[in-house]
C-alpha cells in the first residue's frame, strides 16, 4: 500500500524531472514575458480591440455620410451609434477588467477569491439590470427625438416602457445564454472553490 | 512588459530563472496539456512581474511566489473552449532520465500524478505545500484557512489517496 509521506520523495523527484524538462534560460523568460500578448488571453485582448476599431471605422463612415449626404438621418444614426457604443463600451471594459486582473500577492486565496467572486456576482447582476434598463431607456430616447411634439402622455409612458421591457425580456435569454457561455462556468468553479475554503469541516476521531 | 529600471529586470530575471521550479511545478498540477501550460506560465509569470515591485521581502521568496502561483491558477480565465482530449502523462514523462530503473517508484510517481489529477483545485494546492514540506502554519498562511482547517482537508485528502491506492491494487 502507498502511503501518503513516502509520496513526498516521488514528489520530490517529479519536481526535479519537471523543472529540468520545462526549465527556461534567462532570455526565454524575457521572451516568455513579452510574447504574453500572443497567448489566448492576448488573442481575445487583440479581437476586442479589432472589434472596436470596426466599429469605429463604421460608425465614422455612416456619420460623414449623414453629415454630408443626409441630414435628416443624422437624429437617428446618433442615437443608434451611442447606443451601440455605450454596449461595446461597457462590455470592453468588463471583459478588460477581468483579463487584464491583477493578483494580489499579499493576499491569501481566501481572501483574494472572496473578492473576485464578488466582483463576478456584481458584474452579472449590473448586465442582468442594464439589459432590462437599457431598452427602455432606448425606446424613450428614440420618442423624444423623433416626437414632433415632444409631449409624453401617461398612456404612451406605459406603453413605451411595455414596448422597452419588452424587448428586453425577449431577448434576456440570448442574453443568458450568451454571459454564461462567456463566464458561467468559470464564475461557477470560483464559487465552488470559495465554498470549499469557507467549509470549516469537524475532524473525524474514529478514522486514522 | 512594463518599463522598469534595467537593474530592476535582470533583478527580476535572475530571481525567475532562480526559482522557476515553482511555477513549473504548479502548472504541471493545475494544467493537462502543453497549450494550457504554455499559458498558465506565461500569465503567472506576468502576475510576478506587475507583483514584484510591491515585494517588500516580508515573506520568503518561494512562499511569495507559490501564493501568487497559486492565486493565478485558481482563478485564471480559460477560454471556453475546447482544446481536444486530457493529454495522458507518458510512461517516458514519468521516468526519470537519471534515475535507474525502479519499477516500485515508477509506480510511486505514475499513482501521485493520477491521483493529484483528481482532486479537486484547492486540495490539489494543500496537497502541493504539504508535499514541499510546508507546515499547517505556512499552509493556513497561503490559502487562507485556520490550521485546524488544512489537518482536516489533508485528513481528507490522505483518505481520498488511500482509497484511489486500494482501488489501484484491486
Known amino acids: 500500500m502507498i502511503e501518503f509521506d513516502d509520496l513526498k520523495g516521488a514528489w520530490k523527484e517529479f519536481s526535479k524531472a519537471q523543472e529540468e524538462q520545462h526549465r527556461l534560460n534567462a532570455e526565454q523568460i524575457k521572451q516568455a514575458l513579452e510574447n504574453r500578448t500572443l497567448n489566448a488571453i492576448g488573442k481575445i485582448k487583440y479581437a476586442l480591440n479589432l472589434d472596436m476599431a470596426l466599429l469605429a471605422l463604421v460608425t465614422v463612415f455612416m456619420l460623414g455620410y449623414a453629415l454630408f449626404f443626409d441630414q435628416t438621418v443624422l437624429p437617428l444614426l446618433l442615437l443608434v451609434f451611442a447606443i451601440v457604443w455605450g454596449f461595446t463600451l461597457l462590455l470592453n471594459i468588463a471583459v478588460h477588467l477581468l483579463l487584464n486582473r491583477v493578483v494580489s500577492a499579499k493576499a491569501d486565496l481566501k481572501t483574494s477569491l472572496t473578492r473576485l467572486v464578488q466582483k463576478f456576482g456584481s458584474g452579472i447582476r449590473s448586465v442582468y439590470l442594464l439589459w432590462l434598463v437599457a431598452p427602455v431607456a432606448g425606446v424613450f430616447l428614440g420618442f423624444l427625438v423623433h416626437s414632433s411634439t415632444g409631449s409624453l402622455t401617461i398612456k404612451m409612458f406605459f406603453i413605451l416602457l411595455g414596448i422597452g421591457l419588452g424587448i428586453g425580456i425577449l431577448l434576456f435569454p440570448l442574453m443568458y445564454w450568451y454571459l454564461n457561455k462567456m463566464v458561467g462556468k468559470h464564475y461557477q468553479e470560483l464559487k465552488r472553490c470559495l465554498a470549499e475554503l469557507n467549509e470549516e469541516a469537524p475532524v473525524d476521531d474514529s478514522e486514522e | ?170
Request: hydrophobic residues 35%; charged residues 30%.
Open chain 2, 1 to 170: 512588459m512594463t518599463p522598469n529600471s534595467p537593474e530592476k529586470d535582470k533583478e527580476f530575471i535572475d530571481l525567475i530563472t532562480t526559482h522557476q521550479g515553482i511555477i513549473h511545478k504548479v502548472c504541471s498540477v493545475y494544467c493537462q496539456n502543453e497549450t494550457d501550460r504554455e499559458d498558465l506560465f506565461q500569465e503567472v509569470l506576468l502576475q510576478v512581474w506587475k507583483s514584484y515591485a510591491s515585494f517588500k521581502g516580508d515573506s520568503k521568496i518561494s512562499t511569495w511566489l507559490y501564493r501568487v502561483a497559486l492565486n493565478t491558477a485558481i482563478s485564471m480565465y480559460r477560454q471556453q473552449i475546447k482544446r481536444g482530449n486530457k493529454q495522458e502523462l507518458s510512461l517516458n514523462e514519468l521516468q526519470l532520465a537519471d534515475k535507474p530503473t525502479d519499477t516500485a517508484f515508477e509506480e510511486r510517481l505514475k499513482f501521485l500524478y493520477q491521483a493529484i489529477d483528481k482532486l479537486n483545485k484547492i486540495e490539489k494546492a494543500i496537497v502541493m505545500l504539504y508535499l514541499e514540506d510546508y507546515d499547517y502554519r505556512q499552509i493556513s498562511d497561503i490559502v487562507g484557512i485556520t490550521e485546524t482547517n488544512v489537518g482536516v482537508k489533508l485528513h481528507r485528502i490522505k483518505d481520498k489517496l488511500r482509497k484511489m491506492a486500494k482501488n489501484q491494487h484491486t
